[in-house]
């Protein structure tokens, strides 16, 4: 099925110029990127952004990070797109993700873990929402 992801190079990513790394890796595994920006959110647009986890005890710091620094949102596009790059990806902590995924290779933290992507169709739904407009997104 043909599926939409937001895929996020979060602001430890982007200060420690990982941008063209996470980048080179979506496009070398045939993820399709249809939109695409740089954002500085402030701490009430990253408390939007994850109102899913405003209970969770990581809410405070996650949000407070996410809106430390530029970040790069962008939207990918293909078949089975949300698994695929969740693949890519690799586990939340970097410590048990399989070997080659980004976070694997580039995370320093649970936390500051490089990227984030939509974990299932409604939740991209949102999150593509959140920060892109149609005219945005390229066909
Ligand atoms: P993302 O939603 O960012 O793609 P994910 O779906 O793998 O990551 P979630 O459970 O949705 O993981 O958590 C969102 C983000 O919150 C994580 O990517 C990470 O930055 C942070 N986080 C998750 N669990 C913890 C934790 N136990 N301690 C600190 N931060 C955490
Ligand atoms: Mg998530």
Known sequence: MKERTLAIIK???????????VIKRLEANDLKIVAMKMVYMNKA????F????TERPFFESL????SSGPAVVMVLEGENVIGR??????????????????RREFATD???????????PE????????????FEIVD
């Open 85 to 102: 790059y969740r693949e890519l990806m690799g586990a939340t902590n970097y410590k048990e993700a399989a070997e080659g995924t980004i």
């Open 11 to 21: 602001p430890d990513a982007v200060e420690r110029g990982l941008i063209g790394e």
């Open 45 to 48: 647009q990253a408390e939007g």
């Open 123 to 134: 939740t991209a739904a949102f999150e593509i929402s959140y920060f892109f407009n149609s």
């Open 50 to 53: 994850y109102a899913v986890h």
């Open 63 to 66: 949000t407070t990070f996410m």
């Open 110 to 120: 649970i936390e500051k873990n490089v990227v984030h992507g939509s974990d299932a």
